[in-house]
């Protein structure tokens, strides 16, 4: 839902928990993407590998990994012309998204579609 407006993404290689067996393999392309920024000049080799690592997520196999390890990193976000529009952290137990009233519908019947009760979202009054 979120995709098409994401103009810029970026994950933490780390999590509280074990990484599922289901996640490792983006969690080694998340890994060796870090690396090739290291490389490629666009990352610093001073920093943290595993942290803050810069996502396309025009790029099916970028937005792989970042759909995989959102739900277990410490922290991930998107952003759309310099605005969070997304925050997910806490291996799993926080989720902040910024949505227009037609996407809060899509996301809705999605939840429901899940059997996930409309309930557990909270809407943060504007400027939260």
């Known amino acids: 839902m979120l995709r098409p407006v994401i103009d810029a993404a ?3 290689a780390y999590s509280d928990d074990i990484w599922p067996p289901e996640c490792l393999d983006s969690y080694e ?3 060796a993407l870090a690396r090739e920024a290291v490389v490629s000049g666009t990352r610093s080799r001073r920093c943290d590998p595993g942290m803050g690592i810069d996502l396309d997520v025009r790029d099916d196999g970028h937005f792989t990994v970042l ?3 959102a739900p277990y990193t410490i922290h991930a976000e ?3 012309d310099g605005r969070l ?3 997910a952290s806490d291996s799993g137990t926080s989720l902040w998204i910024e949505v227009t009233q037609e996407q ?3 996301l809705l019947s999605r939840l ?3 059997g996930i009760p409309s309930g ?3 809407v943060l009054a504007p400027g939260r």
């Open 10 to 12: 970026h994950i933490d």
């Open 104 to 106: 809060e519908a899509a």
């Open 78 to 80: 998107g952003w759309t």
């Open 112 to 114: 429901g579609q899940l």
């Open 85 to 87: 529009v997304f925050s």
């Open 120 to 122: 557990v979202l909270t």
């Open 67 to 69: 759909s995989d390890l």
């Open 29 to 31: 392309r998340a890994l």
